[in-house]
């Protein structure tokens, strides 16, 4: 199965080599950018289902960078990620696009449960499908594995599971 493309954005270095690899391990393929300029270049020649953006990055900061993106891959899901967070910049995200929010530090399994709800959103949108079709669709899946409900929406998205789709849109 091809994995879902991620596109991980944040200026601190450390933070950004160990979560990609934590994510890789976790079925993504992360691409890794540590300021929002390299970013938007990496979106225009790579294709990315979602991303993990840092609020606060020297040059083009998180904001200007999730405005961007969702101008140029208007099915991109993006989750901002902030250590200084405030109820402005989380009101300012959410009407630029922004999927949703996180403050840093979150531990892995909120990054994973947030990750799979953007994706599932983008997966719905992208082919104009409601939450009770969804919901068919994953039906078979065990809900307290998100790893195993991300391999699920890739499939879907990638039309591997037309057959459920085509049965439950008639």
Request: proline share 3%; net charge negative; glycine share 6%.
């Amino acid at each position: 199965m091809d994995k879902i493309n991620l596109l991980m954005v944040d200026d601190e270095e450390q933070f950004l080599i160990s979560m990609s690899k934590r994510l890789e391990a976790r079925g993504f393929h992360v691409m890794a950018a540590n300021r929002g300029e390299k970013a938007l270049e990496m979106a225009r020649t790579h294709p990315v289902d979602i991303a993990l953006v840092d609020l606060k990055m020297p040059g083009m900061n998180g904001e200007e960078t999730l405005k961007a993106l969702k101008q140029e891959h208007a099915w991109m899901e993006i989750v901002m990620l902030t250590g200084h967070g405030s109820i402005d910049s989380v009101v300012d995200c959410a009407h630029c696009g922004a999927h949703s929010y996180l403050n840093k530090p979150c531990d892995l399994e909120q990054i994973m449960e947030v990750l799979k709800e953007a994706y599932k959103k983008r997966v719905m949108n992208r082919h104009q499908m409601d939450e009770a079709t969804m919901t068919e669709l994953l039906k078979d899946v065990n809900p307290a594995s998100p790893r195993e409900i991300l391999r699920r929406l890739k499939e879907i998205d990638t039309g591997a599971v037309r057959e459920g789709f085509a049965k439950s849109t008639k």
